[in-house]
C-alpha cells in the first residue's frame, strides 16, 4: 500500500512538472525576484548596486508615485457602481422572456473585444465633434463642446466610465449564475407574505448574492489598482498627472525609462496596497455575517 | 368576476413583457451602440465622418474603406501573427492546465495541499511587478522579439488549473481503476480514457485563451521590436497613429480586428458563459 502511494506521489509530481516549471518561472519567480530587485538601482545601462531601501524611501517623497496611487484610489470609486449596475442587469436578464439569450450576448461583446478597439471606438465618441457631445448638447445637458479626454477634471472620470462599460457584462454573467442558483420557492414564500419587487430583491436576492458580491468585488478592486490598458491607450496618464494611475507609473519607469529597480519598488508597495485592500474587502463581507468563502 | 381577473392578470403580464423589453433595448443601445456606430462609420467614406452634426447612421453603404485600408495594412500578415500566438497559447494552455490539474484532482499523494496552497497564494498575491521580471526572464531566455517570448509567460494561469480541476473532479474514478486492471499505464490512462470526458472543459480553456491572446497587445508590443510581428491588436494601436487623418479607415481596420473574435463568440457563447459562470462555484 505505502509503495503503491509513493509510486503515485510520483506519477502525480511528474504530471505536473511542466505545469508547475511555468508557474514558478512566469508566476512565482516574479513575486519573489521583484523583491531583491527592488533592493537595487538595476537599470540595463548602468552598473548595478545594492541600494538598500533608498527605492522605498524614494517613492514616499517621489510627488509623481503619491499622485498615482491617490488616482488609483479615486479609481476603486468605480467598483460599487459596477456592482450595483451589474446586479441590476441580471436580475434584467434573467427574466423568463422570449430573446433573452440574445441581449445577455449583446451585453457580452464589449468584455470579449480587445481593449485597444473598445478605446478607441470611445475616444471617437468622446471626441470634440463626438457623438457623445452632440447628443448631450441636443438633450441640454452640457451648452458647448467638452475635451472629455484632455480635460484634467474629467479624464480619470471617463477612464473609470469605459471600463465599467467594458466590465458590465462579465460581472452581469457571474451575477445570473447567482441569481440562477436561488431557489424559486424563497421568492414564492416572500411574496406569499406579501413582498413586493423591491422587498424581494433587498430580502431575498442581495443576501443569497453576497459570495458573488464578495468574489465580484475582490477581483475588481485588484482590477482597478491594476487598470492599465486603457488609461495607457487613451490618456498615458494625462493631461498633466490627472490619470496617472499606479500601473501606468510603474510601466514608465520600468518599462520605459528602464528603472527596473525603482520600478520594483513601487510594484512591491502597490502588491502590498492590493493586499490589504483585499483583507479589508474580506473583513467587511465577514462583518455581514456571511463566511461562506 | 373570473373573467376580469384573468383578463387584468393578462394586463399586467403584458405591461411586465414590455417594461422588459423596454429596458433591455435601452441597454443594448448602451452597450452595442458604440460598435453599431463604429460599423455605420466604417461603411461611410470618409469625408462624411467630420460633418457637423456628427454622421451617426450612413447615408449610403460602400465597402471602399474595407477595402483600402485592406491592401494598405497587411492585413494578412497581422492575421496570421495573431493566429499563430493565439494558436500556441492555447495549445499550451490546454495541455499544461490539463496535466497539472489531472493529480490535483485524482491522485493522492504527499505535496497536494502544498502545490494547492502555493497556487491559491498566486491569486491573493497581485504581481505588478510581473510584467517587468517578465521581461527580464523573456531577454534572459533569448526569446525577445519571438512568437514564443509574447505566449509563454501566459502559458499556463492558476484560473485553468482550477477550473480543470473542477472538470477532473466529475469523472467518475472507477474509470482510472479500470484502466489499471487492463495494465495500462497512467498515462494511457490519462490520454485515451479520461481526457475524451473532459472534452467540454477544455473548449472552455481553449474559448477563454483564444479571447486572451486575440486582443492582447501590450505584452506583444514590449517583447517585439519588429512591428511585421504584431498580433492585429496591437497593430491597430499602429495603424491608428499613422492613419489618425483617416477615420474610415481606421473604423474598417478595428471593425476587421474585432469581427473574428464577436464571431467566435457567438457562436460559442454557451459554453464560454458556463464555463466563466461555473469558474467561481469551484
Redesign the interface.
Known amino acids: 500500500m505505502k509503495k503503491a ?1 509513493r509510486s ?2 510520483f ?3 511528474a ?2 512538472a ?3 516549471l ?2 514558478a ?7 519573489i ?2 523583491i531583491p ?2 533592493l537595487t538601482d538595476y537599470s540595463v545601462i548602468t552598473e548595478t548596486n545594492y541600494v538598500g531601501l533608498s527605492n522605498f524611501t524614494r517613492a514616499f517623497q517621489d510627488h509623481n508615485f503619491m499622485i498615482s496611487l491617490w488616482n488609483s484610489l479615486v479609481y476603486v470609486l468605480v467598483v460599487p457602481v459596477i456592482q450595483i449596475v451589474s446586479i441590476l ?1 441580471a436580475i ?2 434573467n ?1 423568463r ?1 422570449p430573446g ?1 439569450k440574445m ?8 468584455v ?7 478605446a ?3 475616444s ?2 468622446l471626441g470634440n ?3 457623445v457631445n ?1 447628443l448631450l448638447m441636443q438633450a441640454g445637458i452640457i451648452s458647448e463642446q467638452v475635451s472629455w479626454l484632455s480635460t484634467s477634471s474629467t479624464a480619470l472620470y471617463v477612464l473609470m466610465f469605459i471600463t465599467m ?1 467594458k466590465g ?3 460581472y452581469m ?2 451575477y ?2 447567482g441569481l440562477q442558483g436561488i431557489p424559486a420557492d424563497l421568492y414564492e414564500a416572500a411574496r406569499v407574505d406579501g413582498a413586493g419587487p423591491l422587498k424581494l430583491i433587498v430580502h431575498v436576492t442581495i443576501p443569497l448574492l453576497r459570495p ?1 458580491i464578495l ?1 465580484c468585488t475582490l477581483i475588481s478592486v ?1 482590477g482597478a ?2 487598470v ?2 486603457e488609461v ?2 487613451l490618456t498615458k496618464g494625462g493631461p498633466g498627472t490627472s490619470t496617472l494611475t ?2 501606468v507609473y ?2 514608465q519607469k ?2 520605459e525609462q528602464f528603472n ?1 529597480g525603482y ?2 519598488a ?3 508597495i ?2 502590498v496596497l ?2 490589504a485592500l ?1 483583507v479589508l474587502v474580506f473583513r467587511l463581507n465577514r462583518k455581514g455575517g456571511v463566511n461562506s468563502y | 368576476m373570473n373573467l376580469t381577473s384573468v383578463s387584468t392578470k393578462r394586463i399586467q403580464k403584458v405591461t411586465r413583457y414590455l417594461i422588459t423589453y423596454i429596458l433591455l433595448i435601452l441597454l443594448a443601445l448602451f452597450m452595442m451602440g458604440p460598435f453599431l456606430w463604429l460599423l455605420s462609420v466604417s461603411l461611410m467614406p470618409g469625408r462624411n465622418v467630420f460633418a457637423s452634426p456628427p454622421a451617426i447612421l450612413p447615408t449610403f453603404i460602400d465597402f471602399d474603406n474595407y477595402v483600402q485600408v485592406w491592401q494598405f495594412m497587411e492585413f494578412p500578415r497581422y492575421i496570421s501573427n495573431t493566429v499563430i500566438i493565439t494558436l500556441l497559447g492555447v495549445v499550451f494552455n490546454i495541455v499544461l492546465s490539463c496535466l497539472t490539474a489531472y493529480p490535483l484532482a485524482t491522485f493522492r499523494f504527499k505535496g497536494r495541499n502544498l502545490v494547492f496552497t502555493l497556487l491559491i497564494s498566486t491569486m491573493i498575491i497581485p504581481s505588478a511587478t510581473a510584467m517587468i521580471v517578465h521581461y527580464l526572464t523573456i531577454q534572459a531566455f533569448h526569446l525577445g522579439n519571438s512568437y514564443l517570448g509574447v505566449v509563454l509567460p501566459a502559458a499556463v494561469s492558476v484560473f485553468n488549473i482550477f477550473l480543470m480541476r473542477q472538470t477532473f473532479l466529475g469523472v467518475p474514478m472507477d474509470i482510472r481503476d479500470s484502466g489499471k486492471m487492463d495494465g495500462a499505464s497512467e498515462f494511457r490512462i490519462f490520454i485515451q480514457l479520461v481526457m475524451p470526458l473532459v472534452k467540454p472543459g477544455i473548449a472552455v480553456i481553449g474559448l477563454l485563451e483564444v479571447m486572451a491572446f486575440w486582443n492582447n497587445f501590450l505584452w506583444p508590443i514590449v517583447v517585439l521590436d519588429d512591428p511585421q510581428k504584431y498580433p492585429l491588436a496591437a497593430a491597430l494601436t499602429y495603424l491608428n497613429g499613422q492613419f489618425s487623418y483617416n477615420f474610415g479607415w481606421i473604423a474598417a481596420g478595428t471593425m476587421i480586428s474585432v469581427l473574428p473574435i464577436i464571431i467566435v463568440f457567438l457562436f460559442t457563447q454557451r459554453y464560454y458563459m458556463e464555463g466563466i459562470a461555473g469558474a467561481i462555484k469551484g
Open positions: 502511494m503515485e506521489s506519477t502525480a509530481w504530471f505536473m511542466p505545469g508547475l511555468f508557474l518561472v512566469f508566476t512565482f519567480w516574479p513575486i525576484y521583484g530587485l527592488s442587469m434584467l436578464v427574466s422572456i433573452v441581449f445577455r450576448a449583446a451585453y457580452y461583446i464589449p470579449v473585444t480587445s481593449m485597444v478597439a473598445v478607441l471606438i470611445w471617437w465618441l465633434n463626438g457623438v452632440y462599460w458590465l457584462g462579465y454573467m457571474l445570473l449564475a458573488h468574489f485588484m489598482i491594476r492599465f490598458d495607457y491607450i499606479s500601473s510603474i510601466f520600468g518599462l527596473f520600478a520594483s513601487l510594484g512591491l502597490v502588491s492590493v493586499g483585499s
